[in-house]
């Protein structure tokens, strides 16, 4: 699986000044201090998720697909 195809919603957190990045596919959650670092956090974290679960054996949900 390619770790660009997941979903991604970045949200601002004006309480600790962060961007808060979830991955609803995988129910995820990552951060970071300005957006290029929050989304470099996301790919990681997608990555280290899909390598757990193919080495587990777990089933990897597929991404969502763009629906017009």
């Known amino acids: 699986m390619n770790p660009l195809h997941y979903s991604m919603t970045i949200q601002w957190d004006d309480q600790d000044n962060i961007y808060i990045v979830s991955v609803p596919e995988l129910k995820v959650k990552t951060h970071g201090k300005i957006y290029e670092e929050a ?8 990555e280290l998720w899909l390598e757990v679960a193919m080495q587990d054996g777990r089933p990897i949900p597929p991404p969502h697909k763009y629906v017009a």
């Open 39 to 46: 989304i470099k956090n996301a790919l990681e974290v997608i």
